[in-house]
């Protein structure tokens, strides 16, 4: 899947706004792949995979396009 970086928070996790869908999804800094969680800006898009968490649906192997 494919979104846009919404939210990041400096404790090392942040949101995706994903496209076609109203509700944000959560990614840990431990999900990203290929690229640092300090590179990540706000806006950036990304490609995702979306998992069940223990709170709900959240993003993994999370890359920069």
Do not use: C, W, Y
Not at 15 to 37: C, M, P, Q, W, Y
Not at 38 to 64: C, H, I, M, Y
């Amino acid at each position: 899947m494919t979104g846009t970086i919404k939210t990041l928070m400096p404790k090392g996790f942040g949101f995706i706004a994903r496209e076609g869908e109203t509700k944000d999804l959560f990614f840990h800094s431990n999900d990203l792949s290929g690229v640092s969680f300090n590179d990540l800006k706000e806006g950036d898009t990304v490609n995702f995979e979306v998992v069940d968490g223990q709170k709900g649906p959240s993003a993994k192997n999370v890359t920069r396009v």
